[in-house]
């Protein structure tokens, strides 16, 4: 399984964005990088997934290197609600689905 | 559109005693996984269910823990004589479909306190 490394926390002003890197070294070709928060002992939430596009939604930009090694997750303005863990995740190929395989995550702290 | 529902919420139960914790995925979604979190520990997945199929249960003990998805009704996640050490938030995500190009997406969780 592609393991990811993130840094275990990071600050972010309110308002201001919030860049949250991953490096995924070991990414097999056919292989998606997903990006879920869990917000204090709460239900883990989906935030965005890619291949190798770049991606937006409304919660979320997602920009991976042109190599795929690594990504960064950002969060244009980020908000006192956006205080959470994030979970940067290389979704297995193969294995009808895929479990996601959740490590460490980066705690995020939005300050006023 | 209701998400992932799970119950109970909370379940307290006596050691050796029986926890059967219940999943109803996303409407439409027939794909259901369950994953464990312990005590200030990170999430690990414990097995993968399709409509009456169990997909993939790497991650379940082998021993007291068995999971099912009928063709009506909900998910179980049950625990046969319970130990303090099962102690955990238990969540289920569901997705539409079975491919890593599909997000899944979790319930409130069920946190199960073993006295």
């Known amino acids: 399984d592609a393991k990811t490394t993130q840094p275990p926390s990071m600050d972010c002003a309110e308002g201001r964005a919030a860049n949250l890197p991953c490096n995924h070294s070991?990414?097999?070709?056919?292989?998606?990088v997903y990006w879920y928060r869990q917000i204090h002992s709460q239900g883990p939430q989906y935030i965005i997934h890619?291949?190798?596009n770049n991606e937006t939604n409304e919660m979320a930009s997602l920009i991976i290197t042109e190599d795929r090694k690594s990504s960064t997750l950002i969060l244009p303005h980020a908000t006192l609600r956006d205080t959470a863990v994030y979970y940067c995740?290389?979704?297995?190929?193969?294995?009808?689905?895929?479990?996601?395989?959740f490590g460490q995550g980066t705690e995020l702290s939005v300050k006023p | 559109n209701a998400g992932v529902m799970q119950n109970p919420r909370h379940l307290v139960r006596r050691r050796g005693q029986e926890a059967r914790l219940r999943c109803s995925p996303m409407?439409?979604?027939?794909?259901v996984y369950w994953y464990r979190q312990l005590p200030e520990e990170g999430l690990k997945f414990m097995v993968y269910?399709?409509?009456?199929?169990?997909?993939?249960e790497s991650g379940m003990p082998k021993e007291r823990f068995s999971a099912e998805f009928p063709k009506e009704g909900p998910s179980i996640l049950r625990i046969q004589q319970v130990v303090r050490g099962d102690s955990a938030a238990y969540f289920c995500?569901?997705?539409?479909?079975?491919?890593?190009?599909?997000?899944?997406?979790f319930g409130p969780g069920t946190r199960l306190t073993v006295l």
């Open positions: 070991t990414i097999s070709g056919n292989e998606y």
């Open positions: 995740i290389v979704r297995v190929a193969g294995n009808q689905g895929g479990k996601l395989i």
């Open positions: 890619g291949l190798k």
């Open positions: 995500a569901s997705s539409l479909f079975g491919s890593q190009s599909n997000e899944q997406f």
């Open positions: 409407k439409g979604h027939s794909h």
């Open positions: 269910l399709q409509k009456e199929n169990i997909i993939d």
